[in-house]
T-cell receptor, first 113, second 109 residues
Framework: AQSVTQPDIHITVSEGASLELRCNYSYGATPYLFWYVQSPGQGLQLLLKYFSGDTLVQGIKGFEAEFKRSQSSFNLRKPSVHWSDAAEYFCAVVQTGANNLFFGTGTRLTVIP | NAGVTQTPKFQVLKTGQSMTLQCAQDMNHNSMYWYRQDPGMGLRLIYYSASEGTTDKGEVPNGYNVSRLNKREFSLRLESAAPSQTSVYFC????????FGPGTRLTVT
């Protein structure tokens, strides 16, 4: 069965520090991969996606993610975090050619001054 | 473009009451979805519709029904609400990427 693991429930970083949020997936084939962000009381906004090609993908708000097939990972990174990045982040996968998105349980990011 | 819209934003029901959550998209997407979000569990798919006239069960369909009224609209119905259905409900639509509505916060007492 497909699964998505975000091992960190909550991460706290200082403003200006670098950030890496982890995501691992369990799939038979290379899926499509996504990162979404959710601010409190809001819907989900797409940060970036990977379908194929270059394994380092750039997204909005200065985020990037790297697909590593050998590790079944799609970690999200940002070199310098801003206070406005405090939110919950969800990794999601969908099997190529299918419709269903499978979400991880999310990582809540707190940014301290 | 409004994207994906959902009504209502908030709702409180008593156990056993029924209600319909409405969703509409103006992006001409074929696929539409209903998810529920519960603390510590991420989003779980309730039902989806790959195209107008078709619907399929997702991971947690029990207690829900859906209607794909036309290409724009996809509604979710709770026939007899239970406290376990207290959740935040999100609608989404897609071609290759899913775009989400703002959510409906439902409380069943």
């Amino acid at each position: 069965a497909q699964s998505v693991t975000q091992p960190d429930i909550h991460i706290t970083v200082s403003e200006g520090a670098s950030l890496e949020l982890r995501c691992n997936y369990s799939y038979g084939a290379t899926p499509y991969l996504f990162w979404y962000v959710q601010s409190p009381g809001q819907g989900l906004q797409l940060l970036l996606k990977y379908f194929s090609g270059d394994t380092l993908v750039q997204g909005i708000k200065g985020f990037e993610a790297e697909f590593k097939r050998s590790q079944s990972s799609f970690n999200l990174r940002k070199p310098s975090v801003h206070w406005s990045d405090a939110a919950e982040y969800f990794c999601a996968v969908v099997q190529t050619g299918a419709n269903n998105l499978f979400f991880g349980t999310g990582t809540r990011l707190t940014v301290i001054p | 473009n409004a994207g994906v819209t959902q009504t209502p934003k908030f709702q409180v029901l008593k156990t056993g009451q029924s209600m319909t959550l409405q969703c509409a998209q103006d992006m001409n997407h074929n696929s539409m979805y209903w998810y529920r979000q519960d603390p510590g569990m991420g989003l779980r798919l309730i039902y989806y519709s790959a195209s107008e006239g078709t619907t399929d069960k997702g991971e947690v369909p029990n207690g829900y029904n859906v209607s794909r009224l036309n290409k724009r609209e996809f509604s979710l119905r709770l026939e007899s609400a239970a406290p376990s259905q207290t959740s935040v409900y999100f609608c989404a639509s897609s071609e290759n990427v899913q775009y989400f509505g703002p959510g409906t916060r439902l409380t069943v007492t």
